[in-house]
Nanobody
Framework: QVQLVESGGGLVQAGGSLRLSCAAS????????MNWYRQAPGKQRELVAG?????NYADSVKGRFTLSRDNAKKMVYLQMNNLKSEATAVYCC?????????WGQGTQVTVSS
């Protein structure tokens, strides 16, 4: 079955960096777009970045976050630099097959100011 497992979250000071990873299994990884979402307490879920034929970023993270993928390892990486306190959230990766969406369990990122 499809599984997405995130890792790499943690506590970091503002201005610091973290690299999140998403390990995928159970489907043909290379042919599907991968996306990262985040949800902060009391806020709506937000699309952070997506990678497929091209890579797209939310305006709030452009220039500081870099999304990449390794198709051979079935991994997606979200490098987050110059983190700000508003980046505090649970970060999840997801893949969508038509009308079906699969989510990972998420990884907590906490940025202290």
């Amino acid at each position: 079955q499809v599984q997405l497992v995130e890792s790499g979250g943690g506590l970091v000071q503002a201005g610091g960096s973290l690299r999140l990873s998403c390990a995928a299994s159970g489907y043909i990884f290379s042919i599907y777009d991968m996306n990262w979402y985040r949800q902060a307490p009391g806020k709506q879920r937000e699309l952070v970045a997506g990678i497929g034929g091209s890579t797209n970023y939310a305006d709030s993270v452009k220039g500081r976050f870099t999304l990449s993928r390794d198709n051979a390892k079935k991994m997606v990486y979200l490098q987050m630099n110059n983190l700000k306190s508003e980046a505090t959230a649970v970060y999840c990766c997801l893949v969508q097959f038509g009308y079906t969406t699969y989510w990972g369990q998420g990884t907590q990122v906490t940025v202290s100011s």
